[in-house]
């Protein structure tokens, strides 16, 4: 006889974490019923929250609208879907900055040490999907002028946990107004408000 496991509400699970993968399978998740039942817990600037947590990559949901004018860089590739609403992936191409419609249903691959902007509007819903980072790699939080696209600061730490540390990193620069503003043409980089709609 084949035994059925039954998940148990998803507000009585926590993300699935690198101890869970070492010790036992977990049952599927609803995931627009872990959306829901977590809404609360979203928050600019970045809106986002692990669902897993694992040894080898994290899958985290990001919902809109969020409140950033960064870009992100790392030494490992990242998995875009967009489960609900239209986003944009803003990446630094040389010396300029080239956007890309990631629309509901689709998915957006970025490559390793590619610096990224994901601009995400209200009432939409994106999965990310990211390699754990081994300890020592580094991560960037990189701030371009909005007036001239020079680089403003580049912002490299230790990211043990991206939840917590990145947007702090983002709230650190917003509040200094000298690290804020643009050494090639003196425009102080403001800090954003939610994304409206497109």
Not at 10 to 35: G, H, T, Y
Request: hydrophobic fraction near 40%; charge should be negative.
């Amino acid at each position: 006889m084949v035994q059925v496991a039954e998940a148990p509400p998803a507000a009585a699970r926590k993300p699935f974490s690198a101890e869970d993968a070492r010790s036992s399978v977990l049952p599927p998740i609803n995931l627009q019923r872990w959306i829901e039942e977590n809404r609360h817990l979203f928050k600019p600037p970045v809106s986002n929250r692990y669902l897993y947590d694992g040894r080898d990559f994290f899958v985290m949901v990001i919902v809109g609208p969020n409140a950033r004018n960064d870009f992100h860089l790392v030494n490992s590739e990242e998995y875009f879907y967009q489960l609900k609403g239209d986003i944009k992936v803003r990446i630094r191409e040389g010396d300029h900055i080239v956007d890309h419609l990631v629309r509901e249903g689709e998915t957006f691959f970025v490559p390793a040490n590619v610096a990224h902007a994901p601009v995400r509007p209200p009432d939409t819903i994106g999965v990310v999907v990211e390699k754990r980072r081994p300890a020592g790699e580094r991560e960037h939080v990189i701030f371009y002028c909005d007036k001239c696209e020079a680089l403003v600061e580049d912002i490299d730490f230790d990211c043990g946990d991206i939840v917590q540390h990145f947007s702090q990193a983002m709230l650190d620069f917003w509040s200094d107004d000298a690290r804020r503003t643009c050494k090639q043409c003196g425009h102080k980089v403001a800090k954003p408000e939610p994304v409206k709609p497109f």
